[in-house]
């Protein structure tokens, strides 16, 4: 969960279709953000340089196969 001090900095969404593309191991991340397993439920940063999603780092299991979410989305405006 993402919490925040300044809503200057935090804007609601008027695109939440990004938000609910589940994106797979593997996968270019279509921004830099926070992003959420959806088989464990532990949230991640991918930052500008991460050019595809990686494995789960809480997920375990050896081979252990996991999804993304698009949580919050890092920009520079």
């Given at each position: 969960?993402?919490?925040?001090?300044?809503?200057?900095?935090?804007?609601?969404?008027?695109k939440?279709d990004?938000?609910?593309?589940?994106?797979?191991?593997?996968?270019?991340?279509?921004?830099?953000?926070?992003?959420?397993?959806?088989?464990?439920?532990?949230?991640?940063v991918?930052?500008?340089?991460c050019?595809?999603?990686?494995?789960?780092?809480?997920?375990?299991?050896?081979?252990?196969?996991?999804?993304?979410?698009?949580?919050?989305?890092?920009?520079?405006?």
């Open positions: 969960m993402a919490f925040y001090e300044d809503e200057y900095y935090v804007k609601k969404t008027d939440p990004q938000y609910k593309t589940i994106r797979k191991i593997g996968e270019k991340p279509p921004s830099p953000g926070i992003y959420k397993c959806q088989k464990c439920g532990f949230e991640d991918m930052n500008r340089d050019d595809k999603l990686p494995p789960c780092a809480n997920c375990k299991e050896e081979g252990s196969s996991n999804t993304w979410k698009l949580l919050v989305k890092a920009t520079n405006k």
